[in-house]
């Protein structure tokens, strides 16, 4: 019997040390209650000790970065009002953890309720400020109107200000997953995307169109002024063949009248007696006399009369 009583009395000596010290892991933090009053707070790993437990108790809170979908993965998205009173789907995601430890337990009590409480501010945070933006702010296919980013960062400085002093939590980062719209507001979005992209196209092929123009226009001036300088050259190099045909032409007149007036016959027949031509001039016309020397010639002077004196007359 006095052995069973000592066995008995080193068990409950042993469960009572073994309740004394407890362990903390490098992804927890802990809190020592006494009678459900914060006594110790640990935030490093180690071995601990403490009252045996119904006097003490130990709570484990993780202190890793944890993710939470707003709303549950398993719900559909919320809808919300742009300042445009456009309806939009939104679903999100924040990323949190537990910056105080004691304050956490005493104010949420569990990660459950933490999730419930960021989760409902989140949601709050984002109907607030969806509601400050218009549609063309979320939805445009210019990358300057787009105002995502100042979104998200607003969300989550509003959920930081009102979460961290009141319930010991860290908001690392809030995103927006996911932005959608109604079924029966698609449509006519799609249709404001489209009109947009028409408009920037329009204007695009309107610069096209007055470039096009432009260049045509410096091209037909540019063309004119090389027509003109050639023309201008023409006219030189014709003048200077003229003039030394002329000078030619001359030359031959002073040695040969005839054979120069019968070469500017030919030349007049040249131009003039092309094919499918009738030509009708006299036949004693000036013309003719290139032709032929017995054509155009002056008819030949008649022979003066013979008088023959009477008889008698003359003689003496």
């Known amino acids: 019997m006095k052995k069973l009583t000592a066995l008995l009395v080193v068990l409950v000596a042993g469960a009572a040390g073994l309740s004394c010290a407890f362990t903390v892991h490098e ?32 709570t484990r809170i993780d202190r890793r970065l944890l993710v939470l979908d707003v ?8 809808e919300f009002l742009t300042g445009d009173k456009k309806n939009i789907e939104v679903s999100a995601y924040a990323c949190w953890k537990v910056k105080d430890p004691l304050l956490f337990l005493r104010t949420l009590g569990s990660r459950e309720g933490a999730e419930a409480v960021l989760r409902d501010a989140v949601l709050s945070s984002c109907g607030k400020v969806l ?9 445009s296919t210019d990358p300057a109107r787009m105002k995502l980013a100042s979104i998200t960062r607003t969300i989550h400085e509003t959920c930081e200000k009102q979460l961290e002093d009141a319930y010991g939590l860290d908001i690392v980062d809030i995103r927006l997953k996911r932005i959608n719209l109604p079924e029966a507001n698609r449509s006519s979005v799609f249709e404001r995307m489209r009109y947009e992209r028409k408009k920037y196209s329009s204007a695009y092929l309107n610069e096209g169109e007055s470039e096009a123009v432009r260049i045509r226009s410096a091209a037909a001036t540019e063309e004119k002024q090389i027509l003109g300088q050639a023309y201008e050259e023409v006219k030189r190099i014709e003048g200077d063949a003229e003039a030394k045909v002329q000078s030619i032409y001359a030359a031959a007149f002073g040695q040969d009248p005839e054979f120069y007036a019968f070469l500017r016959y030919l030349e007049s027949y040249e131009k003039s007696l092309t094919q499918n031509v009738t030509l009708f001039v006299p036949g004693d016309h000036p013309y003719l006399r290139g032709l032929s020397p017995a054509i155009g010639a002056p008819p030949p002077a008649s022979p003066a009369p013979q008088v023959t004196p009477p008889e008698g007359e003359g003689a003496e």
């Open 131 to 139: 509601s400050e933006f218009r549609l063309d702010e979320l939805f």
């Open 27 to 58: 992804t927890e933090l802990a809190v020592v209650t006494r009678f459900g009053k914060p006594t110790l707070q640990v935030s490093q790993a180690g071995l601990y000790f403490k009252a045996p437990t119904p006097i003490d108790r130990v």
């Open 71 to 78: 709303p549950k993965f398993d719900e559909p998205p919320r």
